[in-house]
């Protein structure tokens, strides 16, 4: 919902175009397709390697009508961490608006924003919050640029419930804020919020580090090919996907599931299916042995 937020609440101009990466998560792509029939131009990202997107990717597709790139933080399929403050901070020189989607990293990994324009995360993945609560982050030399795209009680002024004559947006990030707030969601994902701090986010993204780098020599001398096995530990994050061609992975995620052990089973774009893995810092060693031992 925020990402489609973003997408209508900037005033675009025919002949704009915003950066996007087609094999996103639908989220992601849908809040900005949906922009073309105002004549804003979509340029797709082109990676050398599927789900990795580096600077210079992102770079090559720049004019001077380039208004926005919408950009993961993280591939939901193939784990890549994109280089946020690189790619934000040369965008931003250029006067390109940057669009995150922060879901795959924020709650696990250092998220920043610094360079950013606006983030968009919900609660239920890394966070580990309730559905159908989550964050948006505007930041606040470019509010004015982001127009509210509904109106309600809550964002605009009206002394004692009284309508006025005109629109006056309340000046902080209310203005985004339309109505009653989901109370409920709110709370449980304070509580996520809170555990994850005392945790601390530094000591999870070392943790999901270190699983990862059990988890994939482990893969490999099994047989089974992982997306990105060797990347900078910048780039890397706590999804772990693979494959083994010949293997139908699909029976053995349906496998796995049956033995209690979750894991998702994804399928690229040229059809081909994979398993993802998701552990996060609650997951133990023991439960990683009995997932190796399984496969």
Not at 46 to 61: A, H, N, Y
Not at 132 to 158: F, M
Not at 259 to 281: C, E, N, T, Y
């Amino acid at each position: 919902l925020g990402l489609s937020f973003i997408a209508q609440g900037i005033d675009w101009q025919r002949g704009d175009n915003i950066i996007v990466h087609g094999d996103d998560y639908p989220s992601n792509v849908y809040p900005w397709m949906a922009l073309e029939e105002k004549g804003v131009e979509l340029r797709h990202l082109k990676p050398r390697e599927p789900g990795r997107i580096d600077p210079e990717d992102v770079f090559s597709l720049i004019d001077s009508r380039t208004r926005m790139a919408a950009l993961a933080s993280c591939h939901y399929v193939s784990g890549y961490r994109i280089d946020i403050d690189t790619i934000g901070r040369e965008l931003r020189s250029r006067g390109v608006l940057v669009c995150v989607d922060g879901i795959q990293t924020v709650g696990a990994f250092p998220t920043p924003v610094e360079h950013v324009d606006f983030l968009a995360a919900d609660a239920h993945k890394w966070m580990l919050g309730p559905c159908a609560s989550g964050i948006l982050y505007v930041k606040k030399e470019t509010q004015d640029q982001l127009k509210p795209v509904v109106q309600g009680w809550h964002n605009l002024r009206c002394p004692d419930f009284i309508a006025q004559e005109t629109l006056d947006y309340k000046p902080d990030s209310r203005r985004y804020e339309a109505g009653t707030a989901n109370l409920l969601g709110i709370v449980g994902h304070q509580a996520s919020l809170a555990m994850l701090n005392e945790v601390g986010v530094d000591n999870i993204a070392a943790d999901l580090l270190a699983k990862r780098n059990r988890l994939v020599p482990a893969l490999l001398a099994k047989g089974y090919e992982v997306m990105h096995p060797e990347v900078r530990l910048a780039n890397t994050s706590g999804i772990v996907t693979f494959q083994k061609p010949g293997e139908d992975m699909a029976a053995l995620a349906e496998r796995l599931g049956q033995a209690g052990i979750k894991v998702s089973l994804r399928v690229m774009r040229d059809g081909a299916k994979l398993i993802r893995l998701s552990p996060h810092f609650y997951n133990t060693d023991a439960e990683l042995d009995r997932l190796l031992e399984a496969l």
